[in-house]
């Protein structure tokens, strides 16, 4: 499948921004989207953002809309997360995402995940 390498988490200040990085390893197969998840203690994985390779179709969280921005380098296999005006209930492990191409789309990956943290 393909692998994730996530970079860009660390601990911010309340209002502060970070930016995330996802370099997805070159394939054979062709990958249909990445993005991101996070995954705060005690609480279900939840979607951040996502975005297709091939035109750029973005979809977005509802608590982040408005504040995070995601976007690609398809030269560089690498996928962008912007993030402004964090809160501390951004603080959660990020996971990079991605999935395949139809009719391999039920394959998908996920990065190692990166720490980020948002003090008040």
């Known amino acids: 499948q393909v692998q994730l390498v996530e970079s860009g988490g660390g601990l911010v200040q309340a209002g502060g921004s970070l930016r995330l990085s996802c370099t997805a390893s070159?394939?054979?197969?062709?990958?249909?989207?990445m993005g991101w998840y996070r995954q705060a203690p005690g609480k279900q994985r939840e979607l951040v953002a996502t975005?297709?390779?091939?035109?750029?179709?973005?979809n977005y969280g509802d608590s982040v809309k408005g504040r995070f921005t995601i976007s690609r380098d398809n030269a560089k296999n690498t996928v962008y997360l912007q993030m402004n005006n964090l809160t501390p209930e951004a603080t959660a492990v990020y996971y990079c995402?991605?999935?395949?191409?139809?009719?391999?789309?039920?394959?998908?990956?996920w990065g190692q995940g990166t720490q980020v943290t948002v003090s008040s």
């Open positions: 995402w991605s999935d395949l191409a139809p009719p391999l789309a039920a394959f998908h990956s």
């Open positions: 070159r394939t054979i197969f062709t990958v249909h989207a």
């Open positions: 975005i297709t390779t091939n035109g750029g179709s973005t």
